[in-house]
């Protein structure tokens, strides 16, 4: 079983920043591709973004890009969401995933999940 903390989530202004944290145990951390993924009410999980296992490599959503940074700490077992120039449009439960390697882009390519935590963007 793999568990995944987020935090990180709140209310804030469009325009400003969050930076969401997903923590993990060691042993997952470094077996295991992780994401990020978004719920709006009422819809499915949408991709948002994730990094290649071993290497820098990163993939975003559309309505993402250029906007948000995934990273991640190794030191720390923990994956980073940094959200800047936020909008009323990202208002959403962000999730926290992990699978088997390679990384994927659609939900049903990761196996674990986290409890979520809510972003609210006020215009």
């Known amino acids: 079983q793999v568990q995944l903390v987020e935090s990180g989530g709140g209310s804030v202004q469009a325009g400003e920043s969050l930076k969401l944290s997903c923590t993990t145990d060691?042993?997952?951390?470094?077996?295991?591709?992780m994401a990020w993924f978004r719920q709006f009410p009422g819809k499915e999980r949408e991709f948002v973004a994730t990094?290649?296992?071993?290497?820098?490599?990163?993939w975003y959503g559309d309505s993402v890009k250029g906007r948000f940074t995934i990273s991640r700490d190794r030191t720390k077992n923990t994956l980073y969401l940094q959200m800047d120039r936020l909008k009323p449009d990202d208002t959403a439960v962000y999730f926290c995933?992990?699978?088997?390697?390679?990384?994927?882009?659609?939900?049903?390519?990761?196996?674990?999940w986290g409890q979520g935590t809510r972003v609210t963007v006020y215009s």
């Open positions: 990094m290649a296992w071993k290497g820098p490599d990163t």
């Open positions: 995933a992990a699978g088997h390697p390679p990384p994927g882009l659609v939900e049903h390519e990761y196996q674990w």
């Open positions: 060691e042993r997952a951390f470094s077996n295991y591709a």
